[in-house]
């Protein structure tokens, strides 16, 4: 008698058990390769975040300027270990390009703007984030940490301070230190070029 052509329930049994195994591993594979996806995104985007957020302050910091040194002032600049706030000057729009006159003069003189830098709760309401007067500047930052380079009565050593003690001058060199939720601290010295490393006389940095 010929035998019917087919698998049999034991064949069958192992057949299914392999392609289980098969799909435990390929799921596994899948599982893996979203994760590192999914962390290399995050850290495309937090480096996006960062490369905007610190050129935003050296472009700030950069045109920094002392407007008014009187005591009696309604805006004063102020350095402390948690934020910064003072005035810039925004430069005039460049030249634009004219089509048969040549060049032509760019729209608008130069602006003078309040500014302050600090981390309070998201408008959104879920944590903190880096402020730019009231603008969102970095979703997701807990902590702002500021230091001010100073040198020594004498000149010949600098040192760090956690807050700028003459309301009359601005630091020079800021060192920044961002605490991202998620991620390392983030640390980057910027330059005030019309700032100072010396306080006046008889301040007393801290």
């Not at 599982?31 to 050296?58: D, M, S």
Request: with cysteine; glycine share 12%.
């Amino acid at each position: 008698m010929n035998r019917r052509a087919g698998l049999t329930f034991v064949e069958l049994l192992m057949a299914a058990t392999l392609c289980s195994i098969l799909m435990v591993g390929l799921v596994g594979h899948l599982r893996g390769g979203v994760a590192a996806w999914r962390r290399t995104t995050e850290a495309t985007e937090e480096l996006q975040w960062a490369r905007g957020t610190f050129e935003r302050l050296r472009q700030d910091l950069a045109n920094a300027v002392m407007l008014d040194a009187r005591p009696e002032a309604p805006l004063k600049p102020s350095f402390t270990s948690e934020g910064m706030q003072f005035h810039l000057v925004r430069p005039a729009s460049p030249p634009v390009a004219g089509s048969a006159r040549g060049v032509t003069g760019g729209s608008g003189g130069a602006t003078v703007e309040w500014v302050s830098y600090r981390v309070g709760p998201a408008p959104n309401g879920q944590g903190t984030a880096l402020i730019r007067q009231g603008e969102v500047l970095w979703p997701g930052v807990r902590a702002l940490s500021v230091r001010y380079g100073s040198l020594s009565s004498g000149g010949s050593a600098l040192t760090w301070v956690s807050s700028w003690p003459d309301a009359t001058k601005l630091p020079k060199l800021i060192e920044l230190t961002i605490d991202v939720e998620g991620a390392s601290q983030l640390r980057q010295v910027v330059v005030i070029p019309s700032g100072t490393l010396q306080p006046s006389d008889g301040k007393t940095p801290l």
